[in-house]
C-alpha cells in the first residue's frame, strides 16, 4: 500500500547537518503519525523525532533542540534536520509511518490503518 524511500543520509563531521526525507508513494489516502527511528550497531532500535496528523512534534531528549521533525503533506514527504551533530548520532535512520488506506465493501468504504518501515539510511559522524 505505501513504499517509503529514505534518503540524505551520510557521512559528516561533528557539528555539520544532514537533512534526512521520508517520501512515501503508492495508494493510500492520508500520512498519519510519522517517527523517526535509529539504530547503532549493537543497540536497540530507539525513537528519535515523531509527528502527527495534526503537526505536533516531540523528540528524544537526546536530539531535543538539535533536531526537527517536519512533513509536507502535498508532496507526501517527512523531512528530519538534524544539526549540531556528534559522534553518537552515528546510526541507521528509518522512517515509520502510518498511513490510512481505504477498503471497499458492499456495506461502504471502510478506512483502515497500517504502518510501514523505510529501509533506512546510514548516518555517520565522525569525531
Known amino acids: 500500500q505505501v513504499q517509503l524511500v529514505e534518503s540524505g543520509g551520510g557521512l559528516v563531521q561533528a557539528g555539520g547537518s544532514l537533512r534526512l526525507s521520508c517520501v512515501a508513494s503508492?495508494?493510500?489516502?492520508?500520512?498519519?503519525?510519522v517517527d523517526w527511528y535509529r539504530q547503532a550497531p549493537g543497540k536497540q532500535r530507539e525513537l528519535v523525532a515523531s509527528?502527527?496528523?495534526?503537526?505536533?512534534?516531540s523528540y528524544a531528549e537526546s536530539v531535543n533542540g538539535r533536531f526537527t521533525i517536519s512533513r509536507d503533506n502535498a508532496e507526501n514527504t517527512v523531512y528530519l534536520q538534524m544539526n549540531s551533530l556528534k559522534p553518537e548520532d552515528t546510526a541507521i535512520y528509518y522512517c515509520?509511518?502510518?498511513?490510512?488506506?481505504?477498503?471497499?465493501?458492499?456495506?461502504?468504504?471502510?478506512?483502515?490503518?497500517?504502518?510501514?518501515w523505510g529501509q533506512g539510511t546510514q548516518v555517520t559522524v565522525s569525531s
Open positions: 515509520h509511518v502510518v498511513i490510512t488506506t481505504q477498503h471497499l465493501a458492499f456495506i461502504g468504504v471502510t478506512s483502515v490503518y497500517s504502518d510501514h
Open positions: 503508492g495508494r493510500f489516502v492520508s500520512i498519519n503519525h
Open positions: 509527528i502527527t496528523s495534526g503537526g505536533s512534534t
